[in-house]
C-alpha cells in the first residue's frame, strides 16, 4: 500500500505543468547584480591573459633577436 502511494505521488510530480526551475529563469534575483559583475570580471580576466601572451611573446620574440645580434657581432 505504502509503495502504492510512492507510485501515485511520484506520477502526480512527474505530470506536472511549469517546473520552477523554469519559472525561476524568467525573473530577476537579488543575486543578478552579483553574477552580473562576476561575469565581467570574468571577461577582462580574459582580456588582461590575452594581453599578457602577447607580451610575453614579444619579449621572447626580443630576446632572441638580442641574441642573434650578439652572435653575429662575436663572428
Same mark, same amino acid.
Given at each position: 500500500m505504502k509503495?502504492?502511494?510512492l507510485i501515485f505521488?511520484?506520477?502526480i510530480l512527474g505530470c506536472g505543468g511549469e517546473t520552477e526551475s523554469t519559472a525561476? /529563469?524568467?525573473k530577476e534575483s537579488v543575486f543578478d547584480p552579483l553574477t552580473d559583475n562576476l561575469e565581467k570580471a570574468k571577461e577582462v580576466e580574459d582580456k588582461v591573459m590575452?594581453?599578457?601572451r602577447q607580451l610575453d611573446e614579444a619579449i621572447e620574440n626580443a630576446e632572441s633577436s638580442v641574441g642573434d645580434?650578439?652572435?653575429e657581432? /662575436?663572428?
Open positions: 509503495m502504492l502511494v505521488f511520484f506520477v525561476s /529563469e524568467d590575452e594581453q599578457k645580434i650578439k652572435e657581432a /662575436e663572428d
